[in-house]
T-cell receptor
Framework: DQQVKQNSPSLSVQEGRISILNCDYTNSMFDYFLWYKKYPAEGPTFLISISSIKDKNEDGRFTVFLNKSAKHLSLHIVPSQPGDSAVYFCAATSGTYKYIFGTGTRLKVLA | DVKVTQSSRYLVKRTGEKVFLECVQDMDHENMFWYRQDPGLGLRLIYFSYDVKMKEKGDIPEGYSVSREKKERFSLILESASTNQTSMYLC??????????????FGPGTRLTVL
């Protein structure tokens, strides 16, 4: 039972354009969401998070949007850069130590 | 900066061997975690520790055990390695903040191959 789903295994975007990565969840108890970025042969690094009391959080080129009624969150990267090419994982938690991770989306930014 | 280090980047072991994966964090974090990452399955929690000598099972603890004798060090043990334990193993740590959600910081991972 996959509580956090990333339905697109991969995404290709031209440099300078917007990248939109999507994540759906099923558990309405989740109240905090995170995005991690992972390069090959490295551990995931924290990118951005959002609490369920907000619907948007921005950090530079990265914005996370949360739609609680649809149980959907998305990560927008504008403008996309070749260095953004990585696997992106969304994660959700219900206020405990336990994160539930999605399966990841591989983003490729084409120069 | 939080630093989480893992003892090996790549490891090759034979079926039936006992395998130790070591993780050390330098930020005095209370919480430490072991995950495995497999294609199409994301990151799955194996074990979690919230204090020295304290541990809880995650989603897939079968075939694994853990040890936390010192706050900064968390070991994952495969008692008798099997081929289905071939995977990327990731250690993470977080500061236990009362009433708030902690950010987990990950090590670089150990790619374990069991032959």
């Amino acid at each position: 039972d996959q509580q956090v789903k990333q339905n697109s295994p991969s995404l290709s975007v031209q440099e300078g354009r917007i990248s939109i990565l999507n994540c759906d969840y099923t558990n309405s108890m989740f109240d905090y969401f995170l995005w991690y970025k992972k390069y090959p042969a490295e551990g995931p690094t924290f990118l951005i998070s959002i609490s369920s009391i907000k619907d948007k959080n921005e950090d530079g080129r990265f914005t996370v949007f949360l739609n609680k009624s649809a149980k959907h969150l998305s990560l927008h990267i504008v403008p996309s850069q070749p260095g953004d090419s990585a696997v992106y994982f969304c994660a959700a938690t219900s206020g405990t130590y336990k994160y539930i991770f999605g399966t990841g989306t591989r983003l490729k930014v084409l120069a | 900066d939080v630093k989480v280090t893992q003892s090996s980047r790549y490891l090759v072991k034979r079926t039936g061997e006992k395998v130790f994966l070591e993780c050390v964090q330098d930020m005095d974090h209370e919480n430490m975690f072991w995950y495995r990452q497999d294609p199409g399955l994301g990151l799955r929690l194996i074990y979690f520790s919230y204090d020295v000598k304290m541990k809880e099972k995650g989603d897939i603890p079968e075939g694994y055990s853990v040890s936390r004798e010192k706050k900064e060090r968390f070991s994952l043990i495969l008692e008798s390695a099997s081929t289905n334990q071939t995977s990327m193993y990731l250690c993470a740590s977080s500061l236990a903040v009362q009433g708030a959600t902690d950010t987990q910081y990950f090590g670089p991972g150990t790619r374990l191959t069991v032959l």
